[in-house]
C-alpha cells in the first residue's frame, strides 16, 4: 500500500512513541487522524504534524472510549469520505498487574489493564469492520512501547497477547484482504528509546508497503 495520501488513524498519539509514528507518517505524505485520551499530549503531537504542513486532525477520547470509537470513525468517514487505510493500534507503556503486586492496589492494575485491553481490541474490531463495509484492502498494525527500565519484565506478556490479537485477526480477515501485523520490542538491559522508536516506526512502515506481509510479528 502507498502511504502518500492514506489515510492513517494513530491510536495513543500523545505519547512518545506515538509521536515518533505522527511524526514519521507525517512526513511520507499521510492524511493523519490522531487520537489519545491524554488532550495536552495529543495537542503537542498535533502542532508538530501542522508545522510539517502535514494534514492532521486531533481526536480526544474519553477515559473510557468504546463509544467514541464509533464516533471517531464516523468522523474519519465524513471528513475523508472513507474509513482509514490503515490502523497503527499503539499499546503504551501499560504493564500487566504483577502476582506480586500489594493487594490493595489489585483491582485499580486490573481495572486499567481491563480498559487498555477492551479499547486496543475495540479500535481493531471496529476499524476491521469499516474497511470491510467500504471493501478497501486496509492495514491494520498492533504495536506496543515502553518507557522505563523496570517494564521490560511485561513486554514479554504483553508483547505474547498482541501476538495472538495480530495472529488471529489476520486469519480471521484473510478472506476481504485486510492485513494485519505487529511490531513489538525486544528485551534489553538499557533501554535506548529515541533509536528503539525509529526502528519499531521503520517497521510499521515495511509492513505498510508490503503487501504480502500479514499475520506475522517483527521483533526489532
Not at 522508536?197 to 505498510?208: D, Q, S
Request: charged share 15%; proline share 5%.
Amino acid at each position: 500500500m502507498k502511504i502518500q495520501d492514506a489515510v492513517v488513524l494513530i491510536t495513543s498519539a500523545g505519547s512518545l512513541m506515538g509521536r515518533m509514528l505522527s511524526q514519521h507518517y507525517a512526513e511520507l505524505g499521510a492524511k493523519l487522524v490522531l487520537c489519545d485520551h491524554q488532550a495536552e499530549l495529543l495537542v503537542q503531537t498535533h502542532t508538530l504534524c501542522h508545522s510539517l504542513k502535514a494534514p492532521a486532525i486531533a481526536y480526544t477520547l474519553s477515559a473510557t472510549p468504546t463509544n467514541d470509537i464509533d464516533a471517531l470513525l464516523a468522523y474519519i468517514e465524513h471528513t475523508y469520505k472513507q474509513a482509514p487505510d490503515i490502523l497503527i493500534n499503539h499499546w503504551p507503556n501499560s504493564p500487566p498487574p504483577s502476582l506480586l503486586a500489594a493487594s490493595e492496589h489489585t483491582d485499580a492494575f486490573l481495572t486499567q489493564w481491563g480498559i487498555m485491553t477492551n479499547n486496543f481490541f475495540v479500535f481493531g474490531q471496529r476499524c476491521a469492520e469499516r474497511m470491510r463495509k467500504s471493501n478497501s484492502q486496509g492495514v491494520i498494525i498492533n504495536t506496543v512501547s515502553f518507557n522505563r527500565v523496570s517494564d521490560a519484565h511485561a513486554i514479554e506478556s504483553t508483547s505474547s497477547m498482541l501476538t495472538g490479537f495480530t495472529q488471529s485477526w489476520a486469519k480471521e480477515l484473510m478472506p476481504y484482504n485486510i492485513r494485519v501485523g505487529g511490531v513489538i520490542p525486544h528485551l534489553q538491559e538499557e533501554p535506548h528509546h529515541s533509536n528503539d522508536y525509529a526502528e519499531l516506526t521503520r517497521h510499521t512502515e515495511y509492513i505498510v508497503t508490503n503487501d504480502y506481509f500479514s499475520g506475522r510479528v517483527v521483533t526489532t
